[in-house]
């Protein structure tokens, strides 16, 4: 595909990036507050099942709350970086959020929702990969 047959995206204000970069940062530190709160205060009151759960969530959040940042970093190289900063949240929200929201309550038929916030994931990275050979590509 050349660059006249693909469709123009606006480029992402740094002001944009700030906010993006702040979004991810605060994901991050809600991953470390977490991972605390399971290993010192739900031990006692969740079942190993949960407490994995729990675990895993945290443990994502962290992934791709870095991840984010990675990408507001390279977005000099990644010409759609919005698409994939909003695929990574919404994985987050997703994936971690229906994890944390199962351990707490035992719910389980939210577990139908992980996998589309693993989804998400999957397609923001695939995405970046694209970006990033479709950069690589352009540059000669």
């Avoid at 991840?67 to 919404?90: D, E, F, N, T």
């Avoid at 035992?106 to 929702?113: F, V």
Wanted: glycine share 8%; proline share 2%.
């Amino acid at each position: 595909m050349t660059d006249k047959n693909r469709p123009e995206v606006s480029p992402i204000t740094q002001k944009t990036l700030s906010k993006w970069a702040a979004l991810f940062a605060i994901q991050a530190a809600l991953s470390v507050a977490a991972g605390a709160f399971g290993a010192h205060a739900l031990t006692a009151i969740l079942d190993a099942k949960a407490l994995g759960w729990w675990h895993t969530a945290s443990q994502y959040l962290m992934y791709h709350a870095l991840a984010g940042l990675l990408v507001v970093a390279l977005s000099s190289l990644v010409s759609s970086c919005k698409r994939i900063l909003i695929l990574l949240s919404l994985g987050n929200l997703f994936f971690a959020g229906s994890l944390y929201t199962m351990a707490l309550t035992g719910y389980t038929y939210l577990g139908a929702i992980t996998p589309i916030g693993g989804f998400c994931y999957l397609l923001a990275w695939c995405y970046l990969a694209l970006c990033l050979w479709r950069s690589t590509r352009h540059q000669g």
